[in-house]
């Protein structure tokens, strides 16, 4: 299987933290990864986007790994609360249908949905938080994991406020469910690709405003998410 790993731009910090889940040992502290996702520079995509014979999603069969995995299921909770006007009912059924992208491809229950919460994305407190967040320019959404000898035990995902967002897809905004369903790849183990034929992947290193075609997974996606959980 070719793993590409140009062109890097997510930022992935290995970070220690003292605190000491309950759920752990003593002696073992969780490692915070933060896997950043950048809005594609328009200077880029002329290389980026140059077709090759490789350039097919039906036949690409690329994916990376962060080579850290849940063992059990993620159970999750969405804060709904944004600046945008979209109502409760309408985030939750975007963000829900994100996920469940993903473990319709697998028989193991990577996530499950628990209810609405006020909590924020970005704090190590035992929940897994989907929520709208400040965070800095150029980042369109981070993904946090917690992890303990390589067995994921906390994932929280930011949708970045410095952005206007969209339910529809439309132009000038990002789209919740395209932006979703790529982080929620990463909750399921899965790294950024950045090879030049990897831009329709739906793990594909960079987006941009009114994209939608990330709301669903190709064969690359799909097969990464295999190698970590089966069939």
Same mark, same amino acid.
Request: with cysteine; aromatic share 14%; hydrophobic share 40%.
């Given at each position: 299987?070719?793993?590409?790993?140009?062109?890097?731009?997510?930022?992935?910090?290995?970070?220690?933290?003292?605190?000491?889940?309950?759920? @752990? *040992?003593?002696? %073992?502290?969780?490692?915070?990864? $933060?896997?950043?996702?950048? +809005?594609?520079?328009?200077?880029?995509? =002329?290389?980026?986007?140059?077709?090759?014979?490789?350039?097919?999603?039906?036949?690409?069969?690329?994916?990376?790994?962060?080579?850290?995995?849940?063992?059990?299921?993620?159970?999750?909770?969405?804060?709904?609360?944004?600046?945008?006007?979209?109502?409760?009912?309408?985030?939750?059924?975007?963000?829900?249908?994100?996920?469940?992208?993903?473990?319709?491809?697998?028989?193991?229950?990577?996530?499950?949905?628990?209810?609405?919460?006020?909590?924020?994305?970005?704090?190590?407190?035992?929940?897994?938080? @989907? *929520?709208?967040? %400040?965070?800095?320019?150029?980042? $369109?959404?981070?993904?946090? +994991?917690?992890?303990?000898?390589?067995? =994921?035990?906390?994932?929280?995902?930011?949708?970045?406020?410095?952005?206007?967002?969209?339910?529809?897809?439309?132009?000038?905004?990002?789209?919740?469910?395209?932006?979703?369903?790529?982080?929620?790849?990463?909750?399921?183990?899965?790294?950024?690709?950045?090879?030049?034929?990897?831009?329709?992947?739906?793990?594909?290193?960079?987006?941009?405003?009114?994209?939608?075609?990330?709301?669903?997974?190709?064969?690359?996606?799909?097969?990464?998410?295999?190698?970590?959980?089966?069939?």
């Amino acid at each position: 299987m070719r793993k590409n790993s140009s062109l890097v731009v997510a930022t992935l910090l290995l970070l220690s933290f003292v605190v000491t889940p309950i759920f @752990v *040992s003593a002696v %073992s502290f969780p490692t915070l990864t $933060i896997v950043e996702w950048s +809005i594609e520079q328009a200077d880029s995509k =002329i290389i980026l986007y140059t077709a090759s014979p490789e350039d097919n999603t039906m036949t690409n069969r690329d994916y990376v790994l962060l080579s850290i995995k849940w063992v059990s299921t993620a159970n999750y909770w969405i804060n709904p609360s944004n600046k945008y006007s979209f109502s409760q009912v309408a985030v939750v059924t975007a963000i829900t249908t994100s996920a469940n992208t993903w473990d319709s491809e697998t028989s193991f229950e990577v996530l499950s949905y628990k209810g609405t919460i006020s909590k924020q994305a970005g704090q190590y407190d035992h929940y897994n938080v @989907v *929520s709208w967040g %400040s965070y800095r320019a150029g980042v $369109i959404a981070v993904t946090y +994991i917690w992890s303990v000898n390589l067995q =994921i035990v906390e994932t929280d995902l930011r949708l970045n406020t410095f952005y206007t967002w969209s339910l529809s897809g439309a132009a000038k905004k990002m789209d919740v469910r395209n932006i979703a369903v790529h982080e929620f790849g990463h909750w399921c183990g899965l790294a950024d690709l950045y090879g030049g034929a990897d831009y329709r992947l739906t793990m594909y290193g960079y987006s941009n405003f009114g994209e939608t075609y990330k709301r669903t997974l190709e064969q690359g996606d799909i097969e990464g998410l295999i190698a970590v959980y089966g069939l």
